[in-house]
């Protein structure tokens, strides 16, 4: 059982990162795209928010509306949409149907996604639920740090119909390996849309919602900008800031890791631990940005840090709902998209307005109003 239950998360590891590559990875080659298609780069680059939106809209109405389907149904569709989409992009010359074949898959992430966190959590014993949740959240930090460059590579070094075809390749596997290794999972204790929905109500999960937000918000209100803080801050290198980008995604996974038995061990301590170590990392190195060997040592931490609060951001929102676990994982994968948005647009602000190290001092607002959320919500439970 134990085996099966392994292989079953990695399965689930590997389909969250077909499908977050799917997403994240088509960053790196816009200027490709506005060249093949004949576009802007800045048309180009609704691919990106096209799909982004998709997803903040989706993200608490298809778990929700799926939500009494049988799991590995649900999960199948959903890769099967992925895939035609991806064949679709490989042979298509039109950039209108290239946005279709992006938006449509973008509303069906949240299911995939949302229920790839239940079943993992489900395949084992309840003491190793987040430990298996924070696994599949490796294959969520891999999408965000390999994609984007394996794509370019592939993009430079081949064309743009082979790195969509490097998406549809992985889609494809993981879509048979769930055809014939992930078992059927109905929904044996069927909960009406009505009682998911009022969960909504409850002050706890209003909490947990702005605190995912405000702690999504640090984190990508700095790390949206933080090639251009290690370039034009702490005068690194382009070929450096490469090095220490890939460095803060691979700390992102070991943060990851560390958050499956932190969590499963002592939650509550974790939870209101390590915003407080990542609002004296962000603390310490706006302040200390300039000292390159530092800054590079931050960099690892504050990577850690970011691995931790993305499981913290799942285990906040899915403990105020434990009856409803799919609308729970919905309303997390469109809170933490609301925090980005909102953290890259107000540091980007402070960017323009000041320089690139008040990027940190936006983080650091943000880590503060979700701190204070937390300790209303310990209250109020």
Same mark, same amino acid.
């Given at each position: ?50 799909? =982004? ?15 009494? @389907? ?10 099967? !949409? ?92 993981? %879509? ?19 009682s998911q929905l009022s969960v909504l109500k409850s002050p706890v999960m209003i909490l947990a919602i702005a ?24 005068? %690194? ?7 220490l980008l890939l460095v803060y995604g691979v700390a992102n996974i070991v943060g990851n890791i560390i958050a ?7 939650? @509550? ?6 915003? @407080? ?15 390159? !060997?530092?800054?590079?040592?931050? !960099? ?20 105020? =709902? ?11 994968? /469109? ?5 980005? /948005? ?40």
């Amino acid at each position: 059982m134990k085996n099966k239950s392994s292989f079953l998360i990695l399965i689930l590891t590997i389909g969250v990162f077909g499908i977050i590559n799917t997403e994240m990875g088509i960053i790196g080659i816009l200027p490709l795209i506005a060249k093949v298609f004949n576009v802007s780069v800045s048309t180009a680059g609704f691919l990106v928010s096209g799909f =982004a939106l998709g997803v903040a809209i989706a993200g608490p109405t298809m778990p929700l509306l799926f939500s009494n @389907v049988n799991r590995k149904t649900a999960m199948m569709l959903s890769l099967g !949409i992925f895939c035609i989409s991806n064949v679709v992009s490989i042979f298509t010359h039109s950039f209108t149907i290239l946005m279709i074949a992006r938006i449509i898959p973008a509303f069906f992430q949240p299911v995939y996604v949302s229920m790839a966190f239940t079943m993992a959590a489900q395949a084992v014993e309840e003491a190793h639920a987040q430990q298996a949740v924070a696994k599949v959240f490796v294959g969520v930090s891999a999408g965000m740090v390999l994609g984007v460059p394996v794509t370019s590579f592939i993009a430079n070094n081949f064309s743009f119909a082979a790195a969509m075809s490097f998406f549809a390749v992985i889609n494809i596997l993981v %879509f048979l390996f769930t055809i014939f290794v992930v078992p059927s999972m109905p929904v044996i204790e069927t909960t009406s849309y009505g009682s998911q929905l009022s969960v909504l109500k409850s002050p706890v999960m209003i909490l947990a919602i702005a605190s995912v937000i405000g702690l999504n918000a640090a984190v990508f209100g700095f790390y949206s900008y933080m090639s251009d803080f290690l370039s034009s801050v702490s005068q %690194f290198s382009t070929n450096i800031v490469s090095t220490l980008l890939l460095v803060y995604g691979v700390a992102n996974i070991v943060g990851n890791i560390i958050a499956g038995n932190t969590l499963s061990i002592k939650p @509550v301590k974790t939870v209101m631990v390590v915003p @407080v170590i990542t609002f004296i990392s962000y603390l310490v190195l706006f302040f200390t940005g300039r000292i390159s !060997i530092l800054a590079a040592v931050l !960099i690892f931490i504050v990577g850690v840090l970011a691995g931790l609060i993305a499981n913290i951001n799942q285990y906040l929102i899915n403990s105020a =709902a434990p009856k409803a676990p799919d609308f729970a994982n919905g309303l997390f994968l /469109t809170s933490t998209n609301l925090g980005t /948005t909102i953290g890259t647009a107000v540091c980007g602000a402070l960017l323009n307005t000041f320089n690139t190290s008040f990027t940190l001092l936006g983080s650091l607002v943000f880590i503060v109003l979700s701190y204070v959320m937390l300790l209303i919500q310990r209250k109020v439970a």
